[in-house]
């Protein structure tokens, strides 16, 4: 039976330098304990220290077939309950390995393997490098999972495996210019999903799988479900888009379970974008133009991050937000007292 390793947190960290704590029990059953200063260096000496403890079970290792071991790794995320969009992304980041390397052993699998698969997304199918790190994120779930069994050694994928992300300053529409591309959407389905996108509600697939259940006019609000937390969170509605989805629905069947029967393509977004003749963004950069606007008109990241649902404010502010204009920097420069 494999041997445990615990990481616990110091309940009076301020008295301590390393408050991190490792703690295992040693073959002969001797209870040992280290400090770290981190929570990354102790998970770091921790998968070392679960290594040696069980090197004796890890003579003999169990090898899976490249299907068995990711059918019962996510059959285990399936009974933890993992968000479906989680799931997605292993089964994503499984296939692209496979398609690389072939259906290898666990026992056998090693650094090697991780390089091909690199190799593979970067010059074969050109992925960008940020996808390509979160698919090794996943992998290495996986990979330790597996070492966890003894059903392989050890994770070969280690940090220097992460490639360089060179961090690209968003484009965001300024108020102005996003009126200029409201004055040009002549399809009221499109109207009412981008004023909704821009409100904060929700990503265009959750907004394109929007039930009517969900929607309240009287109440000028929308039930948004976000499924990597599970939880519910209630979205206020601005007037304007209030005002064109109570239009938009009051022409719509009552029995139709769904607010919108159409499918989003990206070119008719990219038709608009010309037809306004404005710079080019995603849809998903609607987000940003939001998050950005309320910052600037000083909002407080708290709230932002509300209206998102994210987790954490540094989510909003790593992935949302976009203060890197030149008009946005002027505002700050006029407001030194000199």
């Known amino acids: 039976m494999l041997r445990k390793i615990n990481i616990k947190k110091s309940n009076n960290p301020k ?17 040992c304990q280290r400090a770290f200063p981190t929570n990354a260096m102790a998970k770091q000496f921790a998968q070392k220290q679960f290594v040696e403890i069980n090197a004796a079970e890890f003579e003999t290792i169990t090898s ?20 479906l969009g989680t799931l997605a992304e292993y089964d994503g980041a499984f296939k692209s390995f496979e398609a690389a390397n072939g259906t290898v052993k666990s026992d056998h699998i090693t650094k090697a393997h991780i390089d091909r698969f690199k190799h593979h997304q970067t010059t074969e199918h050109a992925v960008a490098a ?47 210019q996003f009126q200029q591309l409201l004055a040009v959407v002549d399809n009221e389905q499109w109207l009412c999903l981008i004023l909704l996108a821009v409100n904060g509600v929700g990503r265009k697939q959750s907004l394109a799988e929007l039930e009517r259940e969900q929607v309240d006019l009287e109440g000028g609000t929308v039930k948004v479900f976000e499924s990597k937390t599970k939880t519910e969170r209630i979205t206020p509605l601005h007037s304007r888009t209030l005002e064109a989805l109570t239009a938009y629905m009051g022409k719509i069947p009552p029995t139709r379970k769904r607010v919108f029967d159409a499918g989003f393509h990206r070119l008719v977004w990219q038709r608009y974008i010309t037809a306004a003749k404005l710079p080019a963004i995603t849809f998903h950069d609607l987000r940003t133009c939001t998050s950005t606007w309320l910052k600037t008109a000083g ?17 909003t502010a790593k992935h949302y937000t976009s203060l890197d204009s030149l008009d946005n920097k002027k505002v700050a420069i006029d407001k030194l007292p000199i």
């Open 15 to 31: 008295r301590h330098r390393a408050p991190w704590l490792v703690r295992w029990r040693e073959p002969g059953g001797k209870c």
């Open 64 to 83: 899976k077939s490249w299907t068995e071991l990711t059918e019962q790794f996510v059959a285990a995320k399936k009974s933890a309950q993992v968000a």
């Open 130 to 176: 940020i996808t390509i790190n979160k698919k090794l994120t996943c992998l290495s779930t996986l990979f330790t999972w597996a070492t966890e069994r003894a059903y392989m050694k050890k994770n070969p994928i280690d940090k220097s495996d992460r490639l360089r992300v060179t961090r690209k300053i968003k484009t965001v529409w300024t108020p102005e």
């Open 299 to 315: 909002i407080q990241s708290e709230i932002v991050s509300s209206v998102f649902g994210h987790s954490s404010i540094e989510l």
